[in-house]
């Protein structure tokens, strides 16, 4: 399996993104409704488009939830593709869907692709909560594949946010401070939003596009 890390870098490139990295599965990640043990998993992202990160001042738009929804999908399916890639390689693999939020009021997916993504090196944990990535910022949404494929992992992501406070002060609900992300603040926030006519979404966008990757 010594080249099964070109493999896959080939084919998420083929699917369109050169975002993409390795890990190890850290102790104590939690993986909700799988029993079966993954140790190592692939994540993968897609930028975020700039046009449609423009359109958003201090709420969601229209254009940024058909987008948000778009890219989920590009995730989904790219990620399906990588885990029949792997299963004909003979090895387990599991999609994380992109999107599918499980505890609502911990805003939590079947597993926290952000922590995936800093244990492979993709960008550190910014104050927002967001992988920070060095080039695109926040502006970049992930997706997982768990695995017992064999791969050397990448080194952990180090980069720290320094001064900035972009999103500290873009954030609508006033939910991140230098100690984190008030999460009860957030969540009421993007209830609010939800309630936009034609959102319908928890969705926000905010601190997304403020973490433009120029800190
Ligand atoms: S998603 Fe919106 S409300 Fe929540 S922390 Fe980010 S900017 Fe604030
Ligand atoms: S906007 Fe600045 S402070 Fe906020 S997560 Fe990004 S780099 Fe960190």
């Not at 597993?111 to 967001?130: E, P, Q």
């Not at 990448?154 to 984190?180: L, M, S």
């Amino acid at each position: 399996m010594s080249d099964s890390r070109a493999r896959i870098t080939g084919l998420l490139e083929a699917q369109g993104t050169k975002i993409v990295g390795f890990c190890a599965v850290p102790d104590n990640t939690q993986v909700i409704e799988v029993t079966e043990t993954f140790p190592r998993a692939i994540v993968f992202g897609f930028p975020l488009s700039r046009a449609v990160l423009e359109t958003i001042e201090d709420r969601p738009t229209l254009l940024y939830k058909h987008h948000y929804k778009t890219v989920n999908w590009m995730l989904d399916q790219t990620a399906f593709r990588l885990a029949r890639f792997i299963e004909e390689l003979g090895k387990r693999a599991l999609a994380v869907p992109a999107s599918q939020t499980v505890d609502r009021e911990q805003q939590k997916g079947h597993v926290s692709h952000k922590y995936l993504a800093a244990a492979a090196g993709l960008g550190h944990i910014g104050r927002s909560g967001l992988v920070v990535h060095p080039e695109c910022g926040a502006r970049v949404r992930y997706a997982s594949v768990l695995t017992d494929l064999e791969f050397a992992p990448d080194a952990r992501a180090t980069g720290t946010c320094g001064d900035c406070q972009k999103c500290v002060r873009a954030c609508p609900a006033q939910a991140i401070t230098d100690t984190g992300v008030d999460l009860a603040r957030c969540l009421a926030k993007l209830k609010e939003f939800s309630k936009i006519r034609g959102i319908g979404q928890y969705i926000c966008g905010v601190c997304v596009k403020a973490c433009d990757g120029r800190h």
